[in-house]
């Protein structure tokens, strides 16, 4: 199996995004250009994938080494991730649904700040866990300003940024790094639900 080792930089973290993301539109630059020709990306209308060489190669690079320091970091933060993840789960539930599965209308503010609170409370704990795994493999590091970006723009009126699936919400940035977390560490959702189950 071919891997990225070897493709410049920017075509690596194009590569990275496009695992994480699944689509992104497609560009006539360098990276995309270099991804397509190594078999690793090709394009769809006007959007741009992984192919299946793309993302076996993908996952060799995004592994961390097994055994190594850097892996017990990442995987004491997954640990402490998961933990975490429930109550994420919970109050984006909560924020799209009020008592009774009615949906939550924004009509209450009350009810949406507590629901805001909850989520800022979250986020200061989940910080340190982020900012760890950030110290040890810089992938992680764009993701505690996009989820300090997300609060701040629901905190502003902007509900969007709480779950919605188009913007860069806290929702979305938060299964991104699950993901990455995942990868990281060469697991599989599968897996992590059947032992959650």
């Known amino acids: 199996m071919r891997d990225l080792e070897g493709l410049p930089d920017d075509a690596v973290v194009l590569a990275h995004q496009l695992r ?20 690793f990306a090709q394009r769809k209308g006007a959007l741009l994938a992984l192919t299946p060489d793309g993302r076996a190669a993908h996952a060799a690079w995004a592994r961390i ?8 970091t990442v995987r004491r933060s997954y640990d402490a991730f998961l933990g975490l993840n429930v109550e994420l789960l919970q109050v984006s539930t909560d924020w799209q649904l009020r008592s009774g599965s009615i949906p939550n209308d924004h009509s209450d503010p009350t009810y949406d700040w507590a629901v805001i609170d909850r989520l800022a409370a979250l986020d200061e704990r989940a910080g340190p866990l982020v900012r760890r795994v950030s110290s040890v493999n810089d992938r992680f590091i764009g993701y505690r300003p996009r989820m300090r970006e997300a609060l701040r723009r629901v905190r502003e009126g902007e509900r969007e940024w709480f779950c919605s699936p188009r913007c860069d919400s806290y929702h979305t940035v ?22 959650a189950g």
């Open 174 to 195: 938060w299964m991104q790094l699950h993901e990455d977390l995942l990868l990281a560490l060469g697991l599989e959702r599968a897996a992590e639900e059947l032992r």
């Open 65 to 72: 080494p097994e055994g190594s320091e850097t892996e017990a």
């Open 20 to 39: 994480i993301r699944g689509l992104l539109p497609d560009a006539e630059d360098d990276p995309t250009e270099v991804l397509c020709a190594a078999g």
